[in-house]
């Protein structure tokens, strides 16, 4: 559940990076995840904080670095891998 919720992280990224406002026609496609780290549990009451920077875009494919933390320790890593829509900013 903590890689989905990256995934997502990196998914409103991807939107907000393409300037984009989306609607129900717009699409994001979730295509890889690499270097998935798992350090921690993290157990119920904990507050996990999310974070995904933009690291590049190459051949319609964008790189995002996501971290989720607890408490500022980092619990979990993962590189992911996104494919915006024909025609959405794919520059």
Known sequence: MILEALA???GILA??????????STRFFFVGIDAARFRRP???GDQLILRADFKRAMRGIWKF???AEVGGVEVCSAEMMVAPEAGAGTS
Request: net charge negative; proline share 11%; glycine share 0%.
């Open 65 to 67: 670095a996501t971290v």
């Open 8 to 10: 997502q992280t990196a």
């Open 42 to 44: 993290v157990e119920p």
């Open 15 to 24: 939107f907000r990076t393409a300037d984009i406002m989306p609607d129900e």
